[in-house]
């Protein structure tokens, strides 16, 4: 297990499903104090209790470690100012950012070519994947700047760098969000705040996968270097890579986990 991450605070939004419900949980096994950030309230509550009762801990420890779980809407900057403040109030502090929520599976998106995108449709993912991104941001930072010290994460996709037919609006949205990446980086690296990208290849992430989308994820394996189905865990090293103080120097990157699909 990396070191190096107990008790700092991260905040992982759209933790309660997928990708950000593993993240939550190895961030709670390295010891740190988790946030898990959500449009699904009862979906946060439910992984905080299953996180917490996974936790090896003893009693005390286990209270120490329950993870926080609220309700938020990134694409509402309101609610972001009050994510933030309630991680600080009951913590303290926030060290790290992972901005995971997006329009994907949980909230679902169309997957066809342009023409069947409706126009409401690519408004509301752009509210999610990239407002919302904007947002948190922003909402973190005046702590991180105080605290002279702070991580971002940001979520893009394996779809950008292979230009894959469909969903051209959440293609977008993960293209922008490493320009996002890359220009933040600048803008507060002198507070000594990181800001990196993660982008996973095509997951398999669904909690209960219908076999049409089973065989989605297996499109995926023969152009792998490494061929099977890419799971949740897969990407989770990478994660807890970037939040901790192994990647101290590293800013405005972006790392491919996708098994072996594209090389940057």
């Known amino acids: ?3 190096g991450l107990t008790e700092k605070v991260v905040i992982v939004t759209g933790g309660a499903h997928g990708i950000g419900k593993a993240y939550c949980l190895a961030f709670t096994k390295a010891g740190a104090q988790v946030v898990i950030a959500d449009i699904d309230k009862l979906g946060a509550e439910s992984a905080a209790s299953e996180i917490s009762k996974a936790n ?40 790290v950012l992972i901005n995971n929520a997006a329009v994907f599976s949980v909230v679902p998106m169309n997957r066809g070519r342009i023409e069947t995108i409706d126009p409401d449709e690519w408004d509301r993912l752009m509210a999610v994947n990239l407002r919302g991104l904007f947002f948190c941001c922003r909402a973190v930072l005046p702590t991180m700047r105080r605290q002279k010290s702070g991580k971002i994460i940001n979520i893009a996709s394996g779809t950008v760098f292979a230009g894959a037919p469909g969903r ?20 507060v690296g002198d507070d000594n705040i990181t800001v990196n990208c993660l982008a996973p290849g095509n997951t398999l992430s669904e909690e209960n996968p219908t076999e049409q989308m089973i065989k989605f994820r297996e499109s995926s394996v023969g152009l792998r270097s490494i061929k ?6 897969d ?12 990647s101290d120097f590293i800013t405005g990157q972006t790392i491919n986990v996708d098994g072996g699909i594209s090389f940057l």
Not at 235 to 246: D, I, R, Y
């Open 1 to 3: 297990m990396i070191k």
């Open 56 to 95: 090896s801990g003893d009693g005390e420890m286990k209270s120490l470690l329950s993870p926080l779980a609220l309700y938020v809407d990134v694409s509402n900057e309101t609610a972001t100012k009050e994510m933030t403040a309630r991680a600080v109030d009951r913590f303290g502090r926030i060290d």
């Open 168 to 187: 051209i609006h959440y293609v977008t949205s993960k293209a922008a969000t490493i320009g996002f990446t890359r220009t933040l980086a600048r803008e």
């Open 228 to 233: 099977r189905i890419q799971l949740p865990q």
């Open 235 to 246: 990407v989770v090293g990478a994660m807890l890579f970037l939040a901790s103080p192994l």
